[in-house]
């Protein structure tokens, strides 16, 4: 079974930084593409930034020049950094990634993480 656990979330004022974490973990062989999606209240959740296994980046424009996506590859792991944060951030954001096991491959979704930007 695979898992991923995402950390970093919380309370921030207008124009300061968080870094979210996402680890995967279980049985895995190797991880294809891995990314950053959030959903306001009321909202369809949308993708905010995904990165490739090689390192390539796909970053939303709403959050471009503000936000940065990375990976560690051998912690399984993908990062968001995010600065200049505003109160439409506010959402819950979910790590999502493609899992390679050992018969399958899976889509795997993180439980969310809640990041909330006062004004």
């Known amino acids: 079974q695979v898992q991923l656990v995402e950390s970093g979330g919380g309370l921030v004022q207008a124009g300061e930084s968080l870094r979210l974490s996402c680890a995967a973990s279980g049985t895995i062989v190797s991880v294809a593409a891995m990314g950053w999606y959030r959903q306001a209240p009321g909202k369809a959740r949308e993708l905010v930034a995904t990165?490739?296994?090689?390192?390539?980046?796909n970053i939303a424009d709403s959050v471009k020049g503000r936000f940065t996506i990375s990976r560690d590859n051998a912690k399984n792991t993908v990062y968001l950094q995010m600065n200049s944060l505003k109160p439409e951030d506010t959402a819950v954001y979910y790590c999502n990634a493609g899992v390679v096991t050992l018969t399958k491959y899976l889509e795997v979704w993180g439980q969310g993480t809640l990041v909330t930007v006062s004004s």
């Open positions: 990165i490739t296994s090689r390192g390539n980046t």
